[in-house]
């Protein structure tokens, strides 16, 4: 358990303080943390609605952060390129993002092709009905993305390695929450990048 939890701290501190210079990014990580909390708790109320906050709204914001705002040059912190981060990432990195975002864009479309999705839902008659059926798609899509890389980091790293990351992601809006709290004040006193001084948030 010791182990796990160090690891975990270890993951965590590595995708602040290769991911999350920006505090434009930051602050639109809190409000994703805090829009995937309300689908948390959404979830056991209605699941595919739930499905449509954690996208359309958390992760498009969370999304947006690391692709339009996160400096991409050399990171004179880490002493590392933005090549090597995106090597050495043990999640999803930009190019892994981009394919799981066209995915869930485009996924809406076979709704298009067939409203029933082959006889998997019930065909939509409302606008609201439609967008229960995208949130179903969308809440496989996400938990298909979870798992396929849990089981994927089991074969290229280990057992452990995967199951630590799964962890970190499920639990990171309340993380996030808690990291990223000030990052809006510090970008009204026109602070845009994170010093990086302390090891905060471990």
Not at 140 to 152: A, E, K, N, S
Not at 159 to 180: A, N
Request: aromatic share 12%; glycine share 6%; net charge neutral.
């Amino acid at each position: 358990m010791n182990s796990f939890l160090q690891a975990l701290r270890t993951q965590r501190w590595d995708d602040h303080r290769y991911y999350h210079h920006s505090r434009i990014n930051q602050t639109l990580h809190l409000i994703s943390a805090l829009s995937f909390l309300t689908a948390y708790a959404m979830l056991f109320v209605d699941a595919a609605l739930s499905a449509v906050i954690g996208w359309l709204v958390a992760m498009v914001t969370r999304q947006a952060g690391h692709f339009f705002f996160e400096p991409k040059g050399y990171d004179e912190v880490n002493q590392a390129t933005h090549e090597h981060k995106e090597e050495i990432k043990v999640g999803y990195n930009l190019q892994r993002k981009i394919v799981l975002l066209a995915i869930w864009a485009l996924s809406p479309l076979a709704l298009w092709i067939d409203p029933s999705l082959w006889g998997l839902v019930t065909a939509h008659d409302s606008d609201l009905a439609l967008l229960r059926n995208v949130g179903l798609i969308w809440l496989v899509i996400g938990v298909g993305g979870l798992l396929f890389r849990t089981v994927h980091l089991f074969f290229i790293k280990d057992v452990q390695t995967g199951l630590v990351w799964m962890c970190k992601i499920l639990t990171d809006p309340f993380h996030d929450v808690k990291l990223y709290a000030r990052a809006p004040l510090y970008l009204l006193k026109g602070e845009l990048i994170d010093p990086m001084h302390a090891r905060h948030g471990i």
